[in-house]
T-cell receptor, first 116, second 113 residues
Framework: AQSVSQHNHHVILSEAASLELGCNYS??????LFWYVQYPGQHLQLLLK??????LVKGIKGFEAEFIKSKFSFNLRKPSVQWSDTAEYFC??????????????FGAGTQVVVTP | GAVVSQHPSWVICKSGTSVKIECRSL??????MFWYRQFPKQSLMLMAT?????????EQGVEKDKFLINHASLTLSTLTVTSAHPEDSSFYIC?????????FGPGTRLLVL
């Protein structure tokens, strides 16, 4: 079965520290990849996405992610976090087939807490 | 751009009653919308795919007669939880698709007493 794995359920780090969140998926075909963020009390917002082309994609708020096809990974990074980055982060994968257009499979999410 | 709203944001109802949740794409048209359920401290679980002008496609294990979906226009999809029971209490989230990307609504918290 297809799956999306996020390596850490909880991450606690200090302001200015670097952040890397892992995401691996199990499907070998063509995929579209997404990272969403859910700030406390708010709805899911798109951070960045990868469909094709340059495997290093830049998103909003200083986030970037790298698609490594050979590793089935799409890790999210930010060089220096701020307190306002405290949120839950979800990796999501859309397997591109004729009968599953647009359907997203989500990882379990990673709760990130940034301390002042 | 790409704003999705949901109404109501929360609802409390008695067991056995039906509840309707609306999902609207405010600044774009969406042929396809999705309905998810999110349990506390868990990820989103896709319930169904809603296509404008046609029947919804339900995921395995989701009762289509219990969770009625109507996508009557390119900006509105509704989810009706029929004969709600306490186990239906959850956080329901919709999304609307624009150019192969889903944009999410703020969610509706349903509590069935």
């Amino acid at each position: 079965a297809q799956s999306v794995s996020q390596h850490n359920h909880h991450v606690i780090l200090s302001e200015a520290a670097s952040l890397e969140l892992g995401c691996n998926y199990s499907y070998g075909g063509t995929v579209n990849l997404f990272w969403y963020v859910q700030y406390p009390g708010q709805h899911l917002q798109l951070l960045l996405k990868y469909f094709s082309g340059d495997p290093l994609v830049k998103g909003i708020k200083g986030f970037e992610a790298e698609f490594i096809k050979s590793k089935f990974s799409f890790n999210l990074r930010k060089p220096s976090v701020q307190w306002s980055d405290t949120a839950e982060y979800f990796c999501a994968v859309n397997v591109v087939t004729t009968d599953s257009w647009g359907k997203l499979q989500f990882g379990a999410g990673t709760q990130v807490v940034v301390t002042p | 751009g790409a704003v999705v709203s949901q109404h109501p944001s929360w609802v409390i109802c008695k067991s056995g009653t039906s509840v309707k949740i609306e999902c609207r794409s405010l600044d774009f048209q969406a042929t396809t919308m999705f309905w998810y359920r999110q349990f506390p401290k868990q990820s989103l679980m896709l319930m169904a795919t809603s296509n404008e002008g046609s029947k919804a496609t339900y995921e395995q294990g989701v009762e289509k007669d219990k969770f009625l979906i109507n996508h009557a226009s390119l900006t509105l999809s509704t989810l009706t939880v029929t004969s709600a029971h306490p186990e239906d209490s959850s956080f329901y989230i919709c999304s609307a698709a624009l150019k192969e990307t889903q944009y999410f609504g703020p969610g509706t918290r349903l509590l069935v007493l």
